[in-house]
């Protein structure tokens, strides 16, 4: 088997404790060799040189990734991938690829449930039918789940994932975020690898793993 060459996006729009974090896994921990790759050079980059690209997490400092890459830069993104390249992303960097103009992963962010209240009974000559509650105006139309400041949870792995190699049957996981997807979906061309879960079976995306799939 041949070694896969890592490529790390850095530089604007990613955060650097992201990047940081990840080139110290992979280089300290598990002693694999990483090429970090400025955020403004991946338009001129050769992809076909690397075999997996990482997406740190990222701000959304003009305009995110989307921003610096551009649509023709999403493309070739898209065609790396489909023609046998691996993506990982972290973080803010897999809520990109769920959106409308990129759309890389089959799957959207999950919002708040609006909760309809029921109308109030107003009085005879009252004109509280014409007025708003204060507040109300300011409320978002879609608001994501509460922020989850950091707890360890306890998922159930699939042993059979190549990730999950040199693990048990459960491991760990910190969650800190509030990024809830739908459950992915297969395409011709991509598939999203679930690879851990909790115990009442809702899905754990601590990262998102993309690989080539083709029919």
């Known amino acids: 088997l041949k070694r896969p060459k890592v490529g790390m996006i850095y530089g604007p729009p990613t955060r650097s404790s992201?990047?940081?974090a990840?080139?110290?896994l992979f280089e300290r921990v598990y002693e694999y060799p990483v090429t970090v790759i400025p955020t403004e050079r991946l338009g001129r980059t050769e992809l076909s040189r690397y075999n997996v690209l990482v997406f740190?997490?990222?701000?959304?400092?003009?305009?995110?990734?989307s921003g610096f890459l551009g649509e023709p830069g999403i493309r070739r993104i898209e065609q790396w991938i489909q023609d046998g390249g691996t993506l990982i992303t972290l973080g803010e960097a897999?809520?990109?690829?769920?959106?409308?103009?990129?759309?890389?992963?089959?799957t959207k962010s999950e919002y708040k449930e609006q909760q309809e209240e029921e109308p109030e009974e107003s009085s005879a000559g009252s004109d509280s039918e014409t007025e708003e509650t204060p507040g109300k105006k300011i409320e978002p139309e879609r608001e994501r789940?509460?922020?989850?400041?950091?707890?360890?949870?306890r998922v159930s792995l699939d042993t059979e994932h190549w990730l999950a190699y040199g693990y048990g049957s459960q491991a760990k996981v910190m969650v800190n975020s509030r990024?809830?997807?739908?459950?992915?979906?297969?395409?011709?061309?991509?598939m999203a690898d679930l690879l851990a879960w909790l115990d009442n079976g809702s899905p754990i995306p601590p990262m998102v793993h993309i690989r080539c799939y083709s029919t």
């Open 94 to 106: 897999t809520s990109w690829l769920t959106s409308d103009k990129v759309a890389l992963l089959d």
């Open 22 to 24: 990840t080139r110290y």
């Open 56 to 65: 740190p997490e990222a701000s959304q400092l003009l305009g995110g990734y």
């Open 179 to 190: 990024r809830i997807f739908t459950p992915l979906k297969l395409d011709m061309f991509l």
């Open 145 to 153: 789940p509460d922020y989850t400041p950091g707890a360890v949870m």
């Open 18 to 20: 992201s990047v940081g």
